[in-house]
């Protein structure tokens, strides 16, 4: 059996990173290539999955402190809505009180 470090398909970085170039349809050499080669992929998308979860947890951790500020927003905004329904209530408060006299006459 051949070591991956004998392999050509194995290099190392200047960081001591190791990079394999094998790909298990094509450049296999030995029935044990494959099982290391599937023992790295399992690896990697454990790596892979552990910094999604980081950063998922990063992302809420994010949210717990923007939510605060959102909080004030949406009361200023619902604030500001009131304000702006209030200012204009003498236009609809005209209708509201035409339609009062409207329901009044029709009542026997």
Do not use: H, N
């Not at 050509?8 to 970085?13: A, D, Y």
């Not at 990079?19 to 349809?25: L, S």
Request: aromatic content about 8%; some cysteine.
């Amino acid at each position: 059996m051949i070591q991956c470090s004998e392999c050509e398909f194995f290099s190392r970085g200047p960081g001591g990173q190791v990079t394999f170039r094998c790909d298990p349809f094509s450049t296999i050499k030995e029935p044990e290539c494959l099982s290391k080669w599937q023992l790295l992929r399992t690896s990697e998308l454990g790596q892979k999955l552990d910094r999604m979860v980081a950063a998922y947890e990063a992302t809420l951790e994010m949210y717990k402190r923007i939510q605060p500020l959102q909080e004030k927003m949406f009361r200023q905004m619902e604030r500001e809505i009131d304000d702006i329904d209030d200012a204009e209530s003498w236009k609809q408060g005209d209708e509201s009180v035409d339609e009062e006299d409207d329901r009044d006459e029709r009542r026997p």
